[in-house]
């Protein structure tokens, strides 16, 4: 497979020896885990600061026990970033929602059109909610959490979706701001059933 050398980013990307001890350390700790360093890293460490408050947020949202599975966070974060045309986000969290469902088939068939994707009803619900505040959040209404209760979602959860997509439509701006690239190994993984 051809690799990319292509630059990650438009801005500046700092070498690790120029970074502050808490963000190395975990650069370091994310390439212990995966084997790599996903791009979004080194280019948000461009701004040390908005990098920890980036990454604390998404901790707080993609990490927690939540009425909504990891999956379904991913799910969200893919089908919002197709909607949004948010390469980085599409390939990276589609890579992760592949995993993390062990379906070869979902991140395609979400980020192209989640409404014909193999899906069930809550989690078409879930979508349609959050592909609305990540377009047209002046228009969510008492209606629209109504719809969500009727899934079966709680209060707690519906905040959660909506948390979900409104930070991952701050996520593929900023990946559009700064042409973030996806790292090549996002293109392959979780494509045969059962990898992980």
């Given at each position: ?63 927690k ?97 909506g ?26 993984m ?5 990898e992980?």
């Open positions: 497979m051809p690799v990319s050398h292509a630059p990650i980013s438009a801005f500046e990307v700092p070498d690790e020896a120029e970074l502050p001890e808490d963000i190395r350390e975990r650069i370091l700790a994310v390439q212990d885990k995966a084997g790599f360093v996903p791009n979004v890293f080194w280019v948000l460490a461009h701004r040390p600061a908005e990098f920890r408050a980036f990454f604390a947020y998404h901790d707080a949202l993609m990490e026990d939540s009425g909504l599975t990891k999956g379904e966070r991913e799910m969200i974060v893919v089908a919002t970033s197709g909607i949004n045309h948010c390469l980085y986000c599409v390939v990276a969290h589609g890579a992760i929602l592949r995993i993390r469902e062990g379906n070869p088939l979902i991140a395609d068939q979400l980020a192209v059109d989640y409404r014909h994707a193999d899906i069930s009803a809550r989690q078409r619900a879930m979508l349609d909610f959050a592909v609305q505040v990540a377009t047209a959040s002046h228009t969510v209404g008492e209606a629209e959490r109504e719809t969500l209760r009727a899934h079966g979602f709680s209060d707690e959860d519906i905040w959660d979706i948390a979900v997509a409104a930070f991952f439509a701050l996520s593929n701006r900023m990946a559009h701001v700064t042409a973030m690239r996806p790292n090549d190994a996002f293109h392959l979780g494509r045969q059933p059962g992980g």
